[in-house]
C-alpha cells in the first residue's frame, strides 16, 4: 500500500516487484484489514502503510493497527508504517502504530526466550 512514488521508486532500485492494494470508495477509502490479511497470504514479504493515508486522509485505528501487526508478525511480512501525518488526526493516540509495534515487539522477544528455552533443554536432554 505504499502511498509515496518515493518508496516505489526505492523499491524498484532493488529490483523488487510492487503491487497496490486499493482503498475502494463505496468503503469511504477505509482499510478492511481482513481482505489485506487475506490478500497478503499470497506470498508477501513487505508492508508500507501510510497512517493516516494522503490524500484520503483514512487513518488505521488501533485495533486493526495491532490486528495487522500481529498477522504480518506470524507471517514474517516486515511492516513499515509512515506517520508523517499522525499529527493531523485528532486523537493521534488512537492512531499512532507505536503501541502496536512495541507490543509487537515483546511479543516477538517473547517468543525468541521460549524458544531459546526449549533449544536449551533440548540441548540437556540430548547430553545425557
Known amino acids: 500500500m505504499t502511498t509515496y512514488s518515493e518508496y516505489s521508486r526505492e523499491l524498484s532500485f532493488s529490483g523488487s516487484t510492487q503491487e497496490y492494494y486499493h482503498l475502494q470508495e463505496e468503503r469511504n477509502f477505509s482499510l478492511d484489514v481482513d481482505d489485506l490479511c487475506k490478500t497478503l497470504e499470497k506470498g508477501y514479504d513487505f508492508l508500507i502503510i501510510c497512517n493516516p493515508n494522503n490524500p484520503t486522509s483514512s487513518a488505521i485505528m488501533q485495533e486493526d493497527l495491532r490486528k ?3 498477522f504480518c508478525s506470524g507471517k514474517n511480512i516486515f511492516v513499515m508504517i509512515d506517520e ?3 499529527e493531523f488526526a485528532p486523537d493521534i493516540n488512537a492512531v499512532t502504530a507505536v503501541p ?5 515487539a515483546r511479543d516477538a522477544q517473547a517468543k525468541k526466550r521460549v524458544i531459546r528455552r ?3 533443554q533440548n540441548r540437556m536432554f540430548f547430553q545425557m
Open 68 to 70: 495487522l501487526i500481529a
Open 84 to 86: 508523517t501525518y499522525v
Open 100 to 104: 502496536a509495534a512495541n507490543q509487537a
Open 118 to 120: 526449549i533449544l536449551w
